[in-house]
């Protein structure tokens, strides 16, 4: 029931999407649309499918956390669309479906035969979707995993510290970046399709998500041609933006600060907006820094931010993470204890609003998952398990009214 008592129906029943996606960026767009409510249906590589299903495996003969985190909700049929049955099953599923979502590497699909021409011909209301490394122009050949976007988008050049390497993020913002960016992509070619009753070619460079994402960067970037970035610990500056280790990157001040015990992560992110430094002054023992003219206005303690969270952690680092965020929010402080893996796989409030999710698959039996970050009121997502390889092939062919060679000869055939 929704919430004016209606039964609910999913956001996106009735949308059915050709899921032709692998390894992450792909699969992680179709698995929230799954999420929303789509039908979403996943074509593999017959005998082996997407080919995460064996990386990283944790278990034996068991399909990896890999594969089965990035899937939840789909259905999966095994087909191989190089074979003249392929094709022509594949054909079926295009005309039935609403969405065709694919990441291949460039061109694999248009090799084919299924061109963006070929397909609309076959449906004119589809949406043809694809995530690729790069746009059209000098990189649009190339291949890309997580860390070559990150590398291009400039999330790699802007991340670390100043003497170090460039580094990468653990938040995956090339792969599962471009999915989200794609999810809303399709939304809209979905919606204008009520109006026009066509579908549309719809593309993600994960260069492009990236660099998105990295936009105050390049705001940065252009604020430097009128002199040094103040906010930022650096010391010098050449003539791009340098790595700034843990600086928030807006507006505010903010590092992260170290807490006891003085583990790997006993750290809290603090950022002192200009209402919080009274407060905080007195909070930490140092009340006389509230009215001193080095101190008492933001503009002040930018020249010597550091000596001022050198100040601040001089208070934190007698304290636990957690109760220095219970103190500095009950003074209004913005701040955030640093959340390793385990503390968020244990988090009771994320386990209580779904975002820390256990699943039951058939075969490893339970697992834990990350949620759904999307949350409409009158739909909540239910997280089934991933599927096996091929364990919806003979439903999905009835579906489509498959009528040629049945399941068991297009399987011995090398087909399914
Ligand atoms: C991720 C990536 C680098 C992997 O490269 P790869 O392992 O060489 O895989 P590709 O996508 O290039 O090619 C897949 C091959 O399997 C084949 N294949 C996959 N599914 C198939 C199926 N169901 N039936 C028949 N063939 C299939 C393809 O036809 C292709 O073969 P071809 O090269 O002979 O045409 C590449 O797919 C890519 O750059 N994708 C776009 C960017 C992206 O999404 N990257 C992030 C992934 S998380």
Known sequence: MNTNGVPARKALDGIKVLDMTHVQAGPSCTQILAWLGADVIKVELPGRGDITRGQLRDLPDVDSLYFTMLNCNKRSITLNTKTPDGKAIFEKLIAHCDVLVENFG?????????????????????SYASIKGFGPGTYEDFKAYE?????????????????????????????????????????????????????QRVTVAMQDAVLNLVRVKMRDQQRLTHGPLREYPNATFGDFVPRSGNASGGGQ?????????????????????????????????????????????????LSHLDEMFAVVENWTKDHGKHEVLEK???????????????????????RARGMIADVTHPQRGMFTTVGCPLVLSDTPVEITSSPLLGEHNEEILREIGWTGKDARALQAAGVL
């Open 106 to 126: 460039p061109g694999v699909l248009d090799r084919q035969g299924f061109t963006w021409e070929r397909i609309r011909e076959i449906n004119a209301r589809i």
């Open 328 to 350: 500095l929010n009950a003074i209004d402080v913005p701040c955030g204890p640093i959340m390793s893996t385990k503390d968020l796989i244990e988090d009771e409030s994320l």
């Open 253 to 301: 001040p903010g590092a992260a600060l170290r807490c006891a015990p003085g583990g790997a992560n006993d750290y809290v992110y603090v950022i002192v907006q200009p209402q919080v430094w009274a407060p905080l002054a007195t909070l930490i023992g140092r009340p006389e820094l509230i009215d001193d003219p080095a101190w008492a206005t933001p503009e002040a303690r």
């Open 147 to 199: 860390t070559v976007a990150q590398a291009m988008g400039g999330a790699m050049s802007t991340t670390g510290w100043e003497d170090g390497p460039p580094t990468s993020t653990g938040a995956q913002i090339g792969d599962s970046g471009s999915g989200i960016h794609m999810v809303a992509a399709i939304l809209a070619a979905l919606y204008q399709r009520t109006h026009t009753g066509r579908g």
